[in-house]
C-alpha cells in the first residue's frame, strides 16, 4: 500500500487543521493506521491510532482531547483533526499502516510497515 498525507501548513495557536492520509490499494480497510510525529531535532513520536474497525483509537497524553482521529475505508482516508494547536504542536506528521500489527503495538512506530511522506505542521506563537 502507498501513503500520501497532506493537509499541514502554518496556523496561529489555536487553531485548526486537518490531516489527510490517502492510501492506494482495494484492501486498505484491514490496514491499521497510526499518525507520527517528529520535531526538529527528536524522535518520532506516537500521536493517534485508528483500528481496521474504527473501534479503537488510542492518543498520545499530548494530543487526547484536542485531536481526534478518523477513517472513511470508501475514501480509502484516514484524517487527523486537529483543535487547539499548540507551538509545542509543531513538527512533521506522518501516517504509517500495517495490516498485522496487534494492539499493543499501536503506539510503536516499528510495528508499521508502510509510511506517507510527512506533511508539515508549523504552529506559530
Known amino acids: 500500500v502507498q501513503l500520501q498525507a497532506s493537509g499541514g501548513g502554518l496556523v496561529q495557536a489555536g487553531g485548526s487543521l486537518r490531516l489527510s492520509c490517502a492510501a492506494s490499494?482495494?484492501?486498505?480497510?484491514?490496514?491499521?493506521v497510526g499518525w507520527f510525529r517528529q520535531a526538529s531535532g527528536n524522535e518520532r513520536e506516537f500521536v493517534a491510532a485508528?483500528?481496521?474497525?474504527?473501534?479503537?483509537?488510542p492518543y498520545s497524553d499530548s494530543v487526547k482531547g484536542r485531536f481526534t482521529i478518523s477513517r472513511d475505508n470508501a475514501k480509502n482516508t484516514v484524517y487527523l483533526q486537529m483543535n487547539g494547536l499548540k507551538p509545542e504542536d509543531t513538527a512533521v506528521y506522518y501516517c504509517?499502516?500495517?495490516?498485522?500489527?496487534?494492539?499493543?503495538?499501536?503506539?510503536?512506530?516499528?510495528?508499521?510497515?508502510?509510511w506517507g511522506q510527512g506533511t508539515l505542521v508549523t504552529v506559530s506563537s
Open positions: 504509517g499502516a500495517s495490516s498485522r500489527i496487534i494492539s499493543s503495538y499501536y503506539r510503536i512506530s516499528n510495528g508499521y510497515d508502510y
Open positions: 490499494g482495494r484492501t486498505f480497510s484491514s490496514y491499521v
Open positions: 485508528i483500528s481496521r474497525g474504527s473501534s479503537s483509537t
